[in-house]
């Protein structure tokens, strides 16, 4: 199939690798997107998506707690940072958060339906129309996330005045005033080191298996380390895998106020529960980034693209 400069942009952005290696792998691949991901990163042109990562869109993040044991955050992004700081904007995130905290909704398409909080003759939707008619700039309400603690607390923190949201439930027996610092602590931890986790028993097999393939591919195809014998190989990969796991495990990261600069976030749990007599845990965590995923438009780099491509 033809490859236009589209697809290398999509796939740039995806991989973080040059234009001509994401305009090889497309044709390698006949325009499978998945597969040239796969390409770029077995032969070492890419380590990672990258996509999640870029930060483009603007809007907020805004978190509500009910009390101890409910809480909702959601992003609402607008076009621009201007916006993103308009009372007018900000008062209206802070209304959907309110919304959110109060829901039942399972999705978004039964969220945007449900009569709007601060008027109930008109739907979320309704209200969010109303607001870019005022605002004069595009907004969406991308998600929402409601937790509820079973047995503990919920804590939350807001980085940089909305770009973060983050909450954490922790289930303890504990008095909530007696840990809820440490929980702040591990919620400005998520915010700052962004783990997928909470601990490695998340991780499915499956994934563990796919990034061992991608690593031994990755090895296979560097001159220098394709020669070593598979035992070696084998050990490089699994010093990889468990680096690339800790990254991504909460309780595996480094706490990032240990005074020691090697005490692990479960560590540090371990020790706030010895200190409060009965276990604290971190049950899950939601973290909301604005723009996530998302880009702004740029007419000179799709250019650029496709003059690379001629």
Request: with cysteine; hydrophobic share 40%; glycine share 6%.
């Amino acid at each position: 199939m033809a490859i236009t400069a589209a697809m290398v942009k999509e796939l740039r952005e995806l991989t973080g690798a040059g234009m001509m290696d994401c305009k090889k792998a497309l044709n390698e691949t006949n325009g499978n997107m998945d597969e040239a991901v796969e390409f770029l990163r077995k032969n070492g042109q890419a380590k990672a998506e990258k996509k999640a990562g870029r930060i483009a869109a603007e809007g907020l993040t805004a978190v509500v707690l009910k009390d101890d044991k409910t809480a909702a955050v959601v992003e609402v992004n607008s076009e621009t940072d201007f916006v993103a700081k308009n009372e007018k904007f900000r008062n209206f995130v802070e209304a959907v958060a309110k919304q959110a905290v109060e829901s039942d909704a399972a999705d978004m398409d039964a969220f945007m339906a449900e009569p709007w909080i601060e008027d109930s003759s008109k739907t979320v939707n309704d209200a969010l129309v109303e607001k870019v008619a005022v605002i004069g700039e595009n907004l969406k309400i991308r998600r929402f996330k409601k937790v509820t603690a079973s047995n503990g607390y919920v804590v939350s923190y807001i980085h940089a005045g909305g770009r973060i949201g983050v909450i954490v439930e922790a289930e303890t027996t504990a008095a909530l005033d007696t840990v809820k610092e440490a929980l702040v602590n591990v919620a400005m931890q998520i915010a700052a080191l962004n783990p997928k986790y909470v601990s490695r028993d998340e991780i499915s097999a499956e994934y563990i298996a796919h990034e061992k393939e991608i690593l031994l591919a990755q090895i296979n195809n560097d001159p220098k380390e394709s020669q070593k014998p598979d035992k070696v190989k084998n050990g490089i990969i699994e010093g990889r895998v468990n680096k690339e796991l800790k990254e991504i495990s909460l309780v595996d990261q480094v706490y990032v106020k240990a005074e020691d600069g090697k005490q692990t976030v479960g560590k540090y749990l371990e020790q706030l529960s010895k200190e409060v007599g009965t276990d604290v845990k971190v049950k899950s965590f939601v973290r909301f980034e604005t723009g996530e995923g998302l880009e702004k438009k740029n007419e000179d780099f799709a250019a650029e693209v496709a003059a690379q491509m001629k």
